[in-house]
């Protein structure tokens, strides 16, 4: 929780929600609106930290710097 008295004083700032509301609304939004869905985020594994994707790209990645760098000559060394 971050203090905003100064923000509620100074500026007369107030909650259009009280906050246990919209804790509640909020947990309720994220049950019927997940952030990602486990199986794709695990890949099947049950690992979350199984990146698929990322994995993905940073070998596309690399190989895109190899034919590169075989392509293009190196400038000379300074």
Request: charged share 25%; glycine share 6%.
């Amino acid at each position: 929780m971050f203090d905003i008295a100064k923000t509620v004083y100074e500026l007369g700032y107030r909650d259009l929600v009280p906050t246990p509301e919209g804790v509640k609304r909020s947990v309720q939004w994220l049950i019927y609106n997940p952030l990602f869905d486990d199986t794709e985020a695990t890949n099947g594994s049950g690992n979350l930290y199984s990146y698929n994707i990322e994995d993905r790209l940073i070998e596309a990645y690399q190989r895109s710097m190899n034919k590169i760098t075989k392509t293009l000559p190196l400038p000379p060394p300074h």
